[in-house]
């Protein structure tokens, strides 16, 4: 018996977006199958990465940033394929009013321990489109009183300590 491999570059397997869209039909069950964009990281980005709604984006640093006064430009597509830019001040986010986009910028500002997952916010903000707003704080409440119902203390434990986190560094800038 024979093993071979095929080792591809990152460019041949992310290359180039395609917008192709399939119609697969499997007993008696059509479904739609299309691509989606994904940005790999790069050593001047500080996140790169999305949800399950199709949104997927990089985050980088402004020129204008400072120290005092980060500021960053997310770019990448929403979950309807469409592209976006936009420009967050680190100081101006409302932990009780913040979009998917200006939680990761956080999360990757902060350096936001995630654990052994993708992200350190509560499973329910994989849900969020663009244009969605959380507010983060309750969410984290809400999982802290689940895990903490479950008895899992350790995920209970996580959050908590990914909820003051924001909350620390929220406070700083007020």
């Given at each position: ?140 409440e809400k999982v802290i009183q689940d895990m903490n119902k ?25």
């Amino acid at each position: 018996m024979r093993i071979g491999s095929v080792v591809q570059s990152a460019s041949e397997v992310f290359g180039k977006q395609q917008n192709n869209s399939k119609t697969y039909v499997a007993e008696n069950e059509a479904f739609s199958q299309t691509s989606v964009k994904v940005y790999l990281k790069t050593d001047d980005m500080l996140f790169s990465g999305g949800n399950g709604t199709g949104l997927s984006f990089y985050i980088k640093y402004a020129e204008e940033s400072t120290e005092d006064n980060p500021v960053v430009i997310a770019k990448g597509v929403d979950e309807n394929g469409k592209e976006f830019e936009e420009k967050i001040n680190i100081n101006d986010i409302n932990l009780r009013n913040a979009s998917y986009v200006e939680m990761s910028a956080l999360e990757a500002y902060y350096n936001v321990d995630k654990g052994n997952s993708l992200s350190s916010f509560p499973q329910e903000t994989g849900c969020m489109g663009l244009n969605d707003r959380c507010d983060l704080i309750s969410s984290f409440e809400k999982v802290i009183q689940d895990m903490n119902k479950l008895g899992r203390y350790d995920l209970q434990m996580f959050y908590m300590r990914n909820m003051n986190t924001y909350l620390n560094a929220s406070s700083k800038h007020k």
